[in-house]
């Protein structure tokens, strides 16, 4: 079975910075592109960051470019999202996804799987 479990989340001040961390198993982590999304209440999933099996390609969504960092350990199984310059738009639950294939994808929908999420909260 399939478990992606995410750490790190917390409350931050605007500024501030957070590492999330996501942790695999059940699954042959180096096969899997993985993605991070976050969803703020009242708001639609939005797509953060994405990096490919081999961790030598990443994509991310304008609105985090320049303040976050996505990376990946294979050894480990684990993706980190390195979070700088948060401010209060940036305050969601933010999930990890995992898709089989060498190809990044901003829709989740086209992930295999999807953890549970952390609370990421930036005050102003």
């Known amino acids: 079975q399939v478990h992606l479990v995410e750490s790190g989340g917390g409350l931050v001040q605007a500024g501030g910075s957070l590492r999330l961390s996501c942790a695999a198993s059940?699954?042959?982590?180096?096969?899997?592109?993985m993605g991070w999304f976050r969803q703020a209440p009242g708001k639609e999933r939005e797509f953060v960051a994405a990096?490919?099996?081999?961790?030598?390609?990443?994509y991310y969504a304008d609105s985090v470019k320049d303040r976050f960092t996505i990376s990946r350990d294979n050894a480990k199984n684990t993706v980190a999202l390195q979070m700088n310059s948060l401010n209060a738009e940036d305050t969601a639950v933010y999930y990890c996804?995992?898709?089989?294939?060498?190809?990044?994808?901003?829709?989740?929908?086209?992930?295999?799987?999807r953890g549970q999420g952390t609370q990421v909260t930036v005050s102003s």
């Open positions: 990096i490919s099996w081999s961790g030598l390609s990443s």
């Open positions: 996804a995992g898709r089989q294939g060498r190809f990044l994808k901003q829709n989740a929908d086209e992930y295999d799987y």
């Open positions: 059940g699954l042959t982590f180096s096969q899997y592109a």
